[in-house]
T-cell receptor, first 116, second 111 residues
């Protein structure tokens, strides 16, 4: 079974621009979560989607948004990029958003975003 | 709210040494607990999990036991290898809430 895929793997953008990152979950997985990973802040939760609905949202400004499509693929968008948005953005999928079996998350390789 | 605390690294060991990485958590209800590993340039990989108290998760020689009385989920391995060098994350998942990850512990194993 193919793993979680993320595109693109690397991205360089300029301050003020916007960016869209894509995530395709493992086949059959309906829950997708997004994380930002930086050396200083570690792994921070952005949002989680299940059945095209946002279930949870982390403490990030409104410039960060996401969505999920009917095939469970997800995108996240960052508008008006700032230098501090440079990070590794990780997507994770799980079978269910609940608890117990099937709840564990499987991560993609990430998208490395550099803002100059 | 939910939180995870794990020992800060880096941890440096010689090959074949015994490894322990401490993890404690704060949560309401009955969370599931996980250990993830991240190798350089890659995403996180699920290493092992435990979904209820006294469960022991194990994989690739690593073990961790869900201890509700001490709210702990310490990672252990009897004999580490150079290939185990990576960053290890303890994580907690609770119903209806997002995953919470610890800060990560960098492990370096020297030959």
């Amino acid at each position: 079974k193919a793993g979680v895929t993320q595109t693109p793997r690397y991205l360089i953008k300029t301050r003020g621009q916007q960016v869209t990152l894509s995530c395709s979950p493992i086949s059959g997985h309906r829950s997708v979560s997004w994380y930002q990973q930086t050396p200083g802040q570690g792994l921070q939760f952005l949002f989680e989607y299940f059945s095209e609905t946002q279930r949870n949202k982390g403490n990030f400004p409104g410039r960060f948004s996401g969505r999920q499509f009917s095939n469970s693929r997800s995108e996240m968008n960052v508008s008006t990029l700032e230098l501090g948005d440079s990070a590794l953005y990780l997507c994770a999928s799980s079978l269910t958003p609940g608890q117990g079996e099937g709840y564990e998350q499987y991560f993609g390789p990430g998208t490395r975003l550099t803002v100059t | 709210g939910n939180s995870v605390t794990q020992m800060e690294g880096p941890v440096t060991l010689s090959e074949e040494a015994f490894l322990t990485i401490n993890c404690t958590y704060t949560a309401t209800g009955y969370p599931s607990l996980f250990w993830y590993v991240q190798y350089p340039g890659e995403g996180l990989q699920l290493l092992l999990k435990a979904t209820k108290a006294d469960d022991k998760g194990s994989n690739k020689g690593f073990e961790a036991t869900y201890r509700k009385e001490t709210t702990s989920f310490h990672l252990e391995k009897g004999s580490v290898q150079v290939s185990d060098s990576a960053v290890y994350f303890c994580a907690l998942g609770n119903y209806g809430q997002n995953f919470v990850f610890g800060p990560g512990t960098r492990l370096s194993v020297l030959p």
